[in-house]
């Protein structure tokens, strides 16, 4: 019998980022994926039933409050977990998850999931992070190396981008203004400490001026996941005076329940500060330029700071600069191989 690894599909960020690997593994046939998906994670993106439904992988689906009761019993089904947390530094909502894998010494396999990741990519609160994963597969070399301890830079493997695009694009589910384009601006701002409130107003007040002096282009604005927090939830709120400004909000608005890559299909340029949203507009073939991009990577492309270097992009929104984002996070395709070999090769030594 073939080794098995589990993958618990706690929402969105692990379909995205993990669906096409296991479907690769199941299609090489050297490794059993057993997967996992909570009832609710269903409700919420009706279009994952499908998605299940024409994939070859074997799925329990159970009410969230089952796994996160019961953790032990559906890990030991499995010889190794496939994961987007390492159970060392997880303190998140399926923390009973990692502390029972770090209770009974069950091997995990990290994979990379934001460009701009804490504790892999980005120092945080400290140096010379340790990881319970055997294996942690990145996107590219970590930039700055005390971020992890030397014995976790061992178990790195770089194997490149690896977010497939996974379901058929949804329409807005309301009609949006007049436009002769969209244009998709995307923060991170969620982040404590990497921006001040000045940072937060400067962006909005930038994307309030285009507005007024373009009022022919739409104006799609977008925080990490559609989600408003509240250090931006004022400045967000003052845009609604805008004609031709529109929300991408998780849970309201014309463009409610749209992804990323759904709001994506609907622009025609795309502006973000660093973070993965630049990669998901690079595999759409989307011209994207960063905004003040405080981080090492994404140097190849146009940087915006102010109205001028603004209007100045997208006067000649081209796509040849994306080229070598891609030529340096790789081809999808044969990366997901990559991080399959990675994680066979893994746990063969396990």
């Not at 994670?41 to 998605?51: A, I, Y």
């Not at 994307?207 to 925080?223: F, Q």
């Not at 191989?337 to 030594?349: T, V, W």
Request: aromatic residues 8%; charged residues 25%.
């Amino acid at each position: 019998m073939a080794s098995r690894i589990s993958v618990f599909f706690n929402g969105m960020p692990e379909f995205e980022n993990l669906f096409g690997i296991a479907e690769r593994l199941k299609a090489r046939g050297n490794l059993e994926p057993l997967c996992f998906v909570p009832v609710e994670v269903l409700w919420r993106e009706p279009r994952l039933r499908q998605l299940i439904s024409r994939s070859r992988l074997s799925f329990t689906i159970r009410p969230n409050r089952f796994f996160k009761a019961f953790p032990s019993s559906y890990l030991k089904r499995a010889d190794c977990n496939l994961t987007l947390s390492d159970p060392l530094i997880d303190q998140g909502t399926h923390i009973k998850r990692s502390q029972a894998i770090l209770d009974g010494g069950h091997p995990t396999i990290l994979v990379q999931h934001g460009v701009i990741q804490r504790h892999i990519a980005v120092r945080i609160d400290r140096n010379d992070v340790d990881y319970h994963s055997c294996r942690i597969l990145t996107f590219e070399e970590p930039l700055a190396t005390n971020v992890l301890s030397n014995e976790t830079l061992d178990k790195v493997r770089v194997v490149g981008f690896i977010k497939p695009l996974l379901l058929p694009p949804k329409p807005p589910r309301l009609p949006l203004p007049a436009h002769e384009r969209t244009i998709l601006f995307c923060h991170s701002f969620r982040w404590e400490g990497r921006y001040s409130d000045r940072d937060v107003e400067r962006f909005f007040t930038l994307v309030k001026a285009y507005a007024t002096r373009h009022p022919d282009d739409l104006l799609i604005v977008r925080s990490h996941r559609g989600k408003i927090r509240s250090n931006y939830k004022r400045e967000t709120l003052d845009l609604s005076g805008y004609s031709n400004i529109v929300i991408s909000h998780a849970y309201e608005g014309p463009l409610k329940g749209l992804g990323m890559t759904d709001v994506l299909a609907i622009s025609d340029v795309c502006i973000s500060s660093a973070s993965t949203a630049i990669l998901d507009s690079i595999y759409m073939d989307c011209p994207t330029a960063t905004y003040e991009n405080d981080q090492k990577v994404f140097h190849a492309l146009p940087d915006i700071t102010d109205l001028e270097t603004l209007e100045r992009f997208l006067q000649d929104p081209s796509v040849s600069e994306i080229d070598r984002v891609k030529a340096h996070y790789g081809d999808v395709e044969k990366n997901l191989d990559r991080a399959c070999a990675e994680i066979e090769l893994c746990m063969d030594g396990l």
